[in-house]
């Protein structure tokens, strides 16, 4: 009975109530239903065989605002999903960070089968809307902003892909191959 | 209403720091509501697809002052290429180095010059990712410079390429300048300049009348001056202290962002650049030397002996003398 009163009973309760404040602040768990928060030229949409980009391979790349459910643990920095990529179930890894709790309220939203959903919620706040407003309310910026699109298709052209639809996973083989050619792996 | 949603984010934020929840999409959730973009308001958050659309508006600021290198040639072409592979190859392998800025404080032990931050600011930064990853331009002019927009844009001077002696030393410009856009800094800046208030860029009058696109150009506009005034001492520590980590992580010489500072202030003398010129914010370059060699020191950032070999030494600057000289 002494022993029982003596057990460190407080300190029990402190550190099951940490491991639960852990537990939550992990963020994604096991099952999530998450959306991809980046547009399907960023490198960081690409879906990968191996949590590392000079490890993996490419199974697929996402779209923005396409539901993903996550499996399993995160590893590092990425974390294991399954979505529909091209009407097919495909798993693999992506950066935790390019997934979102709530749907990007600025993107239109994708259907199961892929398909952006061109809807009254698509398109809020900052967008390409606004800027085609913003072009025709200043001639100076509507002609440097053809400059940033030049700027733009002539850096997708270059690193993969044509100008308006660059290639994800060519960029990541850009990036693999400066480090590999410079030893600095 | 406005106050209402205001004092939920606020709230929200307050819970979010009490369990340190790293990916919370409650506290966006709310701070939405404050986003009220028919009058332009400062939001507490822009998603990472805004963030890219406020990007384009300041570069198209910076490409109308300095022209953007163009892809006349293949050896322009090479140029463009190589620094966007570098920028990639930087942050692909910068995972381990302290995403936010309030984890980078934690994690740096050597005593600097800083005031202290919001936790807001700082918190901002939770899930900062870019709708189009990292796009990096060069500048055709000789002035040495460098800008870094939301949205992941980068634009580097060629003279701040030229400056450099080495692959290395132009690597600790583009970590650097990276390391504003992980730290989220010109939102930052932003939202402390202008929260709650309504928007007045000022630069030269581009846009006249109201609307959304004319507060958005007022929006971006404002950035940008912010942009060209240069970040503030404790935000450019930040981004020499994630920049040399970053280097290290990258298997560059991690002293490289030592060198390249060294050459910034010797630029600055031989040109009798005053601070008030145009590093408007920035510390002094030779406390920013000192803090870098005492970060090396104290955290023990050693170059990789096998990236550093004579020969793999040779193959970069080999590759960036043909690319630039």
Redo the contacts between chains.
Sequence with gaps: MERLKRFPWRRLLALVLAAAVLVLAAGISRGDKMYVGVDKSSPDSVVLSEPDLFMGEPVGKLMANQEVETVGKPNGEYIKIRATIDGKKVEGWVKQLVLRKQPLESQPRVTESGGAQHSAQAGKGLNAEIEKDMRQGSGQMDKALKRVDDFEATRNRLMGGDAKEPDPAKQQQHYKSFGKEGQLR | MKNFAKNNGLIALTLCMA???????LL??LT?GV?A?EEMKVADS?????Q???G??V???I??KF??V??KDKQR?RQ??YV???A??IE??S?GVP?SARRLNEHISVEKDRNTRSSTAQENVY???????F???LLETDEVTAFATPGGFLWISRGAVNMCSN?DELAAIVAHELAHIVLDHGMENYRKAHKGKIVTGTL?G????S????N??RM?TSIAEEAFKGYNPEQEYEADAWGTYALAA???APEAMVGMLTRVEAYEKAHEVKEEDYLHHHPPISKRIKYVNDLIAKEKLKPNP??M?G??VQ??NK?FTETFK
């Design positions: 369990v340190g929840l790293v990916g919370c999409s966006q959730t939405e986003n973009l822009y998603d990472p697809s805004e890219y659309y406020i384009r508006g570069s198209a600021v490409v109308d022209a953007p163009e892809a072409e463009i290429t966007n592979e570098m990639g190859y692909a392998t995972k995403r899930n900062l990712s870019l709708f189009k990853g796009q990096v331009g692959e030269g581009w846009f006249k009348g609307g959304l696109g004319a958005f150009g971006v990258a298997g560059y096998k990236t070999s020969e793999a193959a970069r590759r």
